[in-house]
């Protein structure tokens, strides 16, 4: 492993999900110094995970859109891009310095232009029981799949909603893994909201795929749909799985249950630096406020891909694309000549957006499963639970991050990832007020736990000395 061959670039790509690997693809192909920072053992993001190393051959076995990933991976390594994997950036500022921890050891490097490409999270899915050992996230389950070729074998149950919900049942079934019972928590309602956009979803790439997915799920697994409650529960392990649905109120034995219903942009890094966000009704998550090329508040740095907004891979792609070429028409104009036009990219963006706004509508998680009540754990961290927000805003917590002072709610390791939409919209709710209004925590750096080792191994210079020693 190494650290950063140079103390500034002219851009720095950080994260090599889709986004992150166009970006630095281009920019490197202009000819500008590209370092690409990616926290992963290897290239690919999510959506490409284990791209390069996958043990799953079979290409059918994770379908076609995954293996466009190998092309973005061949691309970026031809194209003369610095490329550190196992980097953790912990700080990013308004001067564009970056804190990576590579190996145990940490560096500041400088940029012209950042690039976050840091992609999205799994959105939090609160219920009773979701922290026993048993209860995974959907995409920890397919991590699992797409780098070792692990699936589940005993009695699993897949709650929620979304399209990769039905991607991963497809992808388990077409492994040899076996599936109890999907629970569909899409609102009724939500169908007939989503109407108004079915011309455009109708005639968009996701239209064929997701009905195709859901057909081939649907053979083979029980669905039960209009689920309303849901929890988990067991004795120090998951055994059973009860949900509401119809007026009827079931109770299955699970050995495991994945929760999913959606992703939201992964913020941290960009509110950590700074950058403007505002609250996505449609969405529900907040998005940071940025210009046609990805341009956010601060000068010098752009977000590219799902951190930008969800709005899928072919979408990510192109917002790589897009934010690297206007940092060459920044920095070197007479290069972007040589690029694609970015005409033809915002059309490209365009045509991999449509019907983004009907699975929005269609998916909108359901109030009672991202505001829970009583006892249901809220930050995983700290164990907060819900009953324990309402108490202390009652007695005078007004947002997040007065709720540090009453609960630690987002001091622990995942500093805010797992609960702060949570802690949001429960705190919100609560006081009458709108999510923009209530505010997300203040983050810092660093934004991922690193050690004090690594901390005191970054190298000093003469200033730093004469001001420890002056102190």
């Given at each position: 492993?190494?650290?950063?061959?140079?103390?500034?670039?002219?851009?720095?790509?950080?994260?090599?999900?889709?986004?992150?690997?166009?970006?630095?693809?281009?920019?490197?192909?202009?000819?500008?110094?590209?370092?690409?920072?990616?926290?992963?053992?290897?290239?690919?993001?999510?959506?490409?995970?284990?791209?390069?190393?996958?043990?799953?051959?079979?290409?059918?076995?994770?379908?076609?859109?995954?293996?466009?990933?190998?092309?973005?991976?061949?691309?970026v390594r031809a194209s003369g891009a610095e490329i550190i994997q196992r980097a953790t950036v912990w700080s990013l500022d308004r001067h564009i310095e970056i804190g990576v921890s590579v190996g145990g050891v940490s560096a500041f490097v400088k940029a012209r232009r950042v690039i976050l490409a840091t992609g999205a999270l799994e959105r939090p899915f609160p219920i009773p029981g979701w922290t026993l050992p048993g209860v995974m996230t959907a995409g920890a389950a397919q991590t699992m799949l797409k780098s070792s070729a692990l699936v589940p074998d005993g009695r699993t149950v897949i709650a929620g909603q979304g399209p990769l919900l039905w991607l991963l049942a497809a992808q388990i079934l077409r492994l040899g893994g076996r599936i109890g019972r999907i629970l569909d928590t899409t609102e009724r309602r939500n169908y007939l909201a989503a109407l108004p956009h079915a011309f455009a979803f109708l005639t968009s790439p996701y239209f064929a795929k997701g009905l195709a997915l859901m057909r081939e799920v649907r053979a083979k697994v029980p669905v039960v749909s209009g689920v309303g409650e849901l929890s988990a529960a067991g004795d120090g392990q998951l055994a059973t799985v009860t949900y509401l649905a119809g007026g009827r109120r079931e109770t299955m034995q699970a050995d495991l249950l994945l929760l999913h219903q959606g992703v939201v942009p992964n913020v941290n890094l960009a509110m950590a630096a700074g950058v403007e966000h505002r609250w996505d009704e449609s969405q529900l998550c907040w998005s940071p406020v940025l210009d046609q090329n990805g341009n956010s508040s601060i000068d010098g740095i752009a977000i590219a891909g799902d951190g930008a907004g969800i709005g899928g891979a072919g979408a990510a792609v192109f917002r790589g694309y897009i934010a690297a070429r206007a940092a060459v028409e920044a920095l070197v104009p007479a290069s972007a000549a040589k690029l694609t036009p970015m005409a033809e990219l915002r059309t490209g963006l365009v045509h991999a957006e449509r019907g983004r706004a009907f699975l929005d509508t269609l998916f909108r998680p359901a109030p009672q499963f991202r505001i829970p009540s009583g006892d249901t754990v809220v930050c995983r961290?700290?164990?907060?639970?819900?009953?324990?927000?309402?108490?202390?805003?009652?007695?005078?917590?007004?947002?997040?991050?007065q709720l540090k002072a009453y609960r630690r709610t987002g001091m622990g390791p995942c500093q805010g990832r797992l609960c702060g939409l949570t802690v949001t919209e429960l705190m919100a709710e609560a006081r009458g007020k709108s999510p923009q209004e209530i505010g997300y925590y203040r983050l810092r750096a660093p934004v991922k736990p690193i050690t004090l080792a690594e901390l005191a191994a970054v190298a000093k210079t003469e200033d730093d000395v004469k001001a420890v020693v002056r102190g």
């Amino acid at each position: 492993m190494s650290t950063p061959k140079r103390e500034a670039y002219d851009v720095v790509v950080i994260g090599a999900g889709p986004a992150g690997l166009a970006a630095a693809a281009t920019a490197a192909e202009a000819g500008l110094s590209t370092l690409l920072l990616d926290e992963n053992a290897g290239p690919g993001g999510q959506v490409f995970r284990a791209i390069a190393s996958t043990p799953v051959t079979e290409r059918a076995q994770l379908g076609a859109d995954y293996w466009v990933g190998a092309d973005l991976v061949k691309a970026v390594r031809a194209s003369g891009a610095e490329i550190i994997q196992r980097a953790t950036v912990w700080s990013l500022d308004r001067h564009i310095e970056i804190g990576v921890s590579v190996g145990g050891v940490s560096a500041f490097v400088k940029a012209r232009r950042v690039i976050l490409a840091t992609g999205a999270l799994e959105r939090p899915f609160p219920i009773p029981g979701w922290t026993l050992p048993g209860v995974m996230t959907a995409g920890a389950a397919q991590t699992m799949l797409k780098s070792s070729a692990l699936v589940p074998d005993g009695r699993t149950v897949i709650a929620g909603q979304g399209p990769l919900l039905w991607l991963l049942a497809a992808q388990i079934l077409r492994l040899g893994g076996r599936i109890g019972r999907i629970l569909d928590t899409t609102e009724r309602r939500n169908y007939l909201a989503a109407l108004p956009h079915a011309f455009a979803f109708l005639t968009s790439p996701y239209f064929a795929k997701g009905l195709a997915l859901m057909r081939e799920v649907r053979a083979k697994v029980p669905v039960v749909s209009g689920v309303g409650e849901l929890s988990a529960a067991g004795d120090g392990q998951l055994a059973t799985v009860t949900y509401l649905a119809g007026g009827r109120r079931e109770t299955m034995q699970a050995d495991l249950l994945l929760l999913h219903q959606g992703v939201v942009p992964n913020v941290n890094l960009a509110m950590a630096a700074g950058v403007e966000h505002r609250w996505d009704e449609s969405q529900l998550c907040w998005s940071p406020v940025l210009d046609q090329n990805g341009n956010s508040s601060i000068d010098g740095i752009a977000i590219a891909g799902d951190g930008a907004g969800i709005g899928g891979a072919g979408a990510a792609v192109f917002r790589g694309y897009i934010a690297a070429r206007a940092a060459v028409e920044a920095l070197v104009p007479a290069s972007a000549a040589k690029l694609t036009p970015m005409a033809e990219l915002r059309t490209g963006l365009v045509h991999a957006e449509r019907g983004r706004a009907f699975l929005d509508t269609l998916f909108r998680p359901a109030p009672q499963f991202r505001i829970p009540s009583g006892d249901t754990v809220v930050c995983r961290c700290e164990e907060v639970t819900a009953k324990d927000i309402l108490e202390a805003v009652a007695i005078g917590a007004t947002g997040p991050n007065q709720l540090k002072a009453y609960r630690r709610t987002g001091m622990g390791p995942c500093q805010g990832r797992l609960c702060g939409l949570t802690v949001t919209e429960l705190m919100a709710e609560a006081r009458g007020k709108s999510p923009q209004e209530i505010g997300y925590y203040r983050l810092r750096a660093p934004v991922k736990p690193i050690t004090l080792a690594e901390l005191a191994a970054v190298a000093k210079t003469e200033d730093d000395v004469k001001a420890v020693v002056r102190g």
